[in-house]
């Protein structure tokens, strides 16, 4: 059961951290366009 509660708690993070990636690149690209345009 420890297994499952890992892969849970693992796959918890790579979500959170796919998030934030996503949110953050989001971001730097609002702000390069900004400068552009």
Do not use: D, E, M
């Not at 693992?10 to 609002?30: E, F, N, Q, S």
């Amino acid at each position: 059961q420890s297994k499952s509660n890992a892969a849970r708690v693992i796959a918890a993070c790579a979500t959170r951290g796919l998030a934030l990636l996503v949110i953050a690149y989001t971001l730097i690209g609002i702000s390069c366009y900004r400068k552009r345009g």
